[in-house]
């Protein structure tokens, strides 16, 4: 089973970008910093949401937002400018949710 549930903060605003194939699809791109238990170190947790949901991440999520979110793991592999081998680890967000009241 492949499901993830984080709550964090937005480190910067969502990229949110249109890609051009048979359709066109909006996809948005964020970081998540994610205390550990112990509230002393944090981790860096890379977002994608895809359609409407990055319609809804470009309308309503800001740096320093606080959100929940529920998704799957994805990973993959790819060489970059230099020929190097880059490996990726991304959640694929299906929910998001305010974890917090508007300031």
């Not at 480190?11 to 996809?27: A, F, M, N, Y």
């Not at 998001?96 to 009241?101: L, V």
Request: aromatic residues 8%.
């Amino acid at each position: 089973m492949n499901r993830v549930v984080l709550m964090g903060r937005l480190t910067k605003d969502p990229d949110v970008r249109t890609v051009q194939g048979s359709e066109p699809l909006k996809i948005a791109w964020y970081t998540l910093a994610v205390d550990r238990m112990n509230h002393k170190e944090s981790d860096f947790i890379s977002c994608k949401a895809f359609g409407k949901r990055a319609d809804w991440v470009e309308q309503y999520l800001k740096k320093g937002m606080k959100v929940c979110i529920e998704g799957q793991i994805q990973t993959g592999v790819y060489k970059d400018k230099n020929d190097n081998t880059v490996y990726t680890t991304d959640v694929i967000v299906e929910h998001h949710e305010f974890c917090e009241a508007k300031k």
